[in-house]
């Protein structure tokens, strides 16, 4: 079967094609004609799920990524010693370089730690090394271990960058890690895969949550929901996305991040989907997605 092609109508206009129109869906995104709203306050979200695979390195790049090309400024900070939000963002991350490890430390400020990645001006980050897998246990015998990355997160910190968003990329886990992250956070977006295992463990991030909101972080707000890996082809997805919406209501974003491989394919190239395909599904739904999230953001 032959690819469609463009023929020139009668009138000397060219026709629909697919790869027309992803063309033209690409020269939007990289070059949009729209900023996104501002929010009201500066909005701290901690990006978590203890399951691995769900999507949360790719969902806080790539919303990141999308807030960051409409004139948001965006802060990303990679939390999780694997590094792979800094390599997503092109961003120097190996031993000895300056990280969120000597953050936590109190040895490097905040402003010195964060990059600029070359997917836009507007996008920061402060990249983990693997100095950062023996946190956990140096963490344990330190003074405020539960509260050293909002020590380093003052107002006063964060104006030296002037985010408008932050994004904090947590590990697989529901170790100090990631309860220092949820303690210096002000909201939570929790990624959900649409895929048979999806609830089994929320329970248990959801507790912890509580925990944190009832003895170290009250203003904490499970604020977000997106749902990922999205494969319009199952009853399964369909009856996953219903029961999360059914549970959650209007926390969950509208926008689904259907199963793509150019958005696997990016970090390879240390690109965001955004950048590597701007043509493609995955990239146009988490463009969406951000989009919500900045809208919902100027409202609250």
């Not at 949550?209 to 003895?215: C, D, G, N």
């Not at 690109?271 to 599904?281: A, H, I, K, M």
Request: aromatic share 4%; net charge negative; glycine share 6%.
């Amino acid at each position: 079967m032959q690819s469609p092609v463009s023929h020139p109508t009668p009138a000397g206009e060219v026709s629909w094609t697919p790869i027309a129109e992803e063309a033209e869906r690409a020269a939007k995104l990289l070059h949009p004609e729209t900023k996104f709203p501002k929010p009201a306050h500066r909005r701290v979200f901690t990006i978590a799920n203890q399951k691995g695979g769900v999507g949360k390195t790719t969902s806080a790049v790539n919303l990141a990524a999308g807030l960051a090309m409409h004139g948001l400024k965006v802060l990303v900070i990679d939390l999780d010693p694997q590094g792979n939000a800094s390599t997503a963002l092109a961003i120097e991350h190996r031993s000895g370089t300056p990280s969120i490890y000597e953050v936590l430390l109190g040895e490097v400020s905040l402003r010195d730690a964060a990059q600029v990645s070359d997917q836009s001006p507007n996008l920061y980050c402060v990249p983990a090394t693997i100095d950062l897998a023996g946190a956990e246990i140096e963490l344990v015998e330190m003074h405020g271990r539960e509260t050293r990355l909002r020590a380093a997160l003052t107002d006063q910190a964060l104006d030296e960058i002037g985010p408008d968003y932050v994004f904090i990329d947590c590990p697989p886990s529901l170790g100090l890690l990631t309860v220092n992250a949820m303690v210096a956070a002000q909201e939570v977006l929790i990624p959900i895969q649409c895929e048979y295992y999806a609830l089994e463990g929320l329970s248990q991030l959801l507790k912890n949550v509580e925990l944190v909101q009832k003895h170290l972080n009250p203003e904490l707000d499970l604020s977000t929901i997106l749902l990922t890996m999205y494969d319009g082809r199952t009853k399964l997805a369909d009856q996953v996305s219903a029961e999360v919406r059914s549970h959650f209501g209007d926390v969950v974003l509208q926008t689904v991040i259907p199963r793509n491989v150019k958005v696997s394919e990016a970090p390879s190239f240390g690109q965001t989907v955004l950048s590597y395909d701007p043509g493609s599904r995955g990239a146009m739904s988490y463009l969406d997605a951000s989009r919500e999230i900045a809208e919902r953001g100027a409202a609250r």
